[in-house]
């Protein structure tokens, strides 16, 4: 069983920054993609930023140039360092890793989410 488990989120004023980590745990062969979406209230969730296991990163418009996505392979966890946030940037963020399980082949994983609230 696989497991992904964010932290990082919280209450920030505009302009500020937050850190996001996402630790993937259990029976992981190999991941080939770890990324972090979003869904604001009354939205669909979207893309945030994707990185491959080959270091190909994918950024949402709204975010590049303001977040970077990294990854520490040895310790299966993604990092979002998000910064001058803003208010549109509030929303729960989901972490997500396409990877291969032993006795369950490859798969599509999303953690439990994290707030991120940015005030104005």
């Known amino acids: 069983q696989v497991q992904l488990v964010e932290s990082g989120g919280g209450l920030v004023q505009a302009g500020g920054s937050l850190r996001l980590s996402c630790v993937a745990s259990g029976s992981i062969v190999s991941i080939d993609v770890m990324g972090w979406y979003r869904r604001a209230p009354g939205s669909q969730r979207e893309l945030v930023a994707v990185l491959t296991s080959r270091g190909n990163t994918n950024y949402a418009d709204s975010v590049k140039g303001r977040f970077t996505i990294s990854r520490d392979n040895a310790k299966n966890t993604v990092y979002l360092q998000m910064n001058s946030l803003k208010p549109e940037d509030t929303a729960v963020y989901y972490c997500?890793?396409?990877?291969?399980?032993w006795g369950f082949g490859r798969g599509d994983y999303w953690g439990q989410g994290t707030q991120v609230t940015v005030s104005s």
């Open positions: 997500n890793a396409a990877l291969r399980a």
